[in-house]
């Protein structure tokens, strides 16, 4: 669905980064301009050595871990058994007809919008408020230690000499959040959808609980600070502290999962009450100050 805006610029870099980091053993590519309407096909084939097709299915199922029932999240989908040959020859015309997501000539066939045509984050939260079966909130500052993340934790861990960007970022993972089934297990790459509309690939990491203890975004945690920064109005590589969250209104963001293992996050400031907590610190050194 890219000629049809379905894939925003920060997933094409997303899909760039990968593509580099697999060292080709991994091919995503785009229609090109041979293509006279969006493809919404989903068509697997499995092939031997030889590159023969030997098994072949087709049907509802997205290429995501809910829709192929990957870490323990799934949804009723259906997949066909249909002719090898055939689907083969489909997907043979389709990547004949494509353009590599490396190629230096793919702004001129695809245009990447800052925020994907998507209507699903309208489509999650129309959605049946029962659906949402369980919900969780991750600060960006630390409650515990009442203060901003210093640099090289949380949002600020990429603010130290030895990261490659300086907007590298993660969400800590409580433990007891890691321990339950709410993530995948650790290492799982799975798809948020943000209030905004804008979707990323995320995962748990590090640590020892089963979900991990840092939540981040494959194949780089320089997306998710990225991201964040952009949205507080932060320049990029800059220290995200209470001060930015409070002047954005929103300091947390809330995590909410239905039964398909889909994941919709929210952050804006209109869905979010004052954060007295925050407030307090401030207060409190400023007074100390």
Not at 63 to 79: D, K, S, Y
Not at 102 to 131: G, H, L, M, Q, R
Not at 178 to 187: A, I, L, T, V, Y
Not at 223 to 246: C, H, Q, T
Request: proline letters at 6%.
């Amino acid at each position: 669905m890219a000629t049809a805006g379905g894939v925003s610029r920060g997933q094409h870099e997303s899909f760039l980064a990968w593509s580099a980091r697999l060292g080709g053993q991994l091919d995503i590519r785009y229609p090109s301009r041979s293509a006279q309407r969006p493809i919404h096909s989903k068509v697997y084939v499995w092939r031997d050595l030889a590159g023969q097709p030997i098994s072949a299915f087709s049907g509802s199922a997205n290429f995501t871990n809910p829709g192929l029932g990957i870490g323990g999240n799934t949804q009723e989908n259906v997949l066909h058994s249909v002719d090898p040959t055939t689907a083969g020859e489909y997907v043979d015309i389709r990547t004949a007809t494509s353009i590599d997501c490396n190629d230096p000539e793919v702004d001129e066939y695809i245009s990447f919008p800052e925020t994907a045509d998507s209507n699903w984050a309208a489509e999650y939260e129309k959605a049946d408020p029962a659906s949402f079966t369980e919900s969780h909130e991750f600060y960006l500052y630390s409650r515990m230690r009442k203060q901003s993340y210093a640099d090289g934790a949380g949002v600020n861990w990429g603010r130290r000499k030895s990261r490659a960007s300086q907007d590298e970022a993660y969400v800590a993972i409580p433990a007891d959040i890691g321990r339950s089934d709410f993530f995948p297990p650790k290492n799982t790459p799975f798809t948020v959808m943000w209030d905004d509309g804008t979707s990323m690939v995320m995962r748990g990491a590090s640590g020892s609980e089963p979900s991990g203890k840092d939540l981040t975004t494959l194949p780089s945690n320089s997306e998710f600070g990225r991201y964040l920064r952009k949205r507080l109005r932060v320049s990029p590589g800059a220290r995200i502290d209470i001060e930015a969250l409070i002047r954005y209104g929103r300091t947390h963001i809330t995590a909410k999962k239905n039964p398909n293992g889909e994941y919709f996050f929210d952050f804006h400031p209109l869905s979010s009450s004052v954060d007295e907590e925050a407030q307090r610190i401030l207060e409190t050194r400023d007074e100390s100050s």
